[in-house]
């Protein structure tokens, strides 16, 4: 069993920047294939980023294409620890933000695809 906790989430403006974290628990959580995914009120759970182990240091990413060059998603496995960098924040990003855990280490973009949830952080973005 892996727990997520997620952190970081505010309430920022237009076009201000915020740094998601979900902290991952066990020693095996280093190569678990981990997403970001955001669900805003009356709507489905919308995919955002995902990141795969692909061997040693090396890492494969893979964005939504609304997502792409101002979301960042990257991993320090010495505090267990993955991220999400959101910048030139959107109020249409407005969500919780949860992350979510694979160990069979696939990076899908579909919120099937994983086993393990957090319990997501809030963030809203004012106009």
């Known amino acids: 069993q892996v727990q997520l906790v997620e952190s970081g989430g505010g309430l920022v403006q237009a076009g201000d920047s915020l740094r998601l974290s979900c902290v991952g628990s066990?020693?095996?959580?280093?190569?678990?294939?981990v997403g970001w995914f955001r669900q805003a009120p009356g709507k489905e759970r919308e995919f955002v980023a995902a990141?795969?182990?692909?061997?040693?240091?090396?890492?494969?990413?893979h964005y939504a294409d609304s997502m792409k060059g101002r979301f960042t998603i990257s991993r320090d496995n010495a505090k267990n620890t993955v991220y999400l960098q959101m910048k030139s924040l959107k109020p249409e990003d407005t969500a919780v933000y949860y992350c979510a855990a694979d160990p069979r280490n696939t990076a899908q973009a579909t919120f099937r695809g994983y086993d393990y949830w957090g319990q997501g952080t809030q963030v809203t973005v004012s106009a």
């Open positions: 066990g020693r095996a959580f280093s190569s678990y294939a």
């Open positions: 990141l795969r182990w692909s061997g040693g240091n090396t890492y494969y990413t």
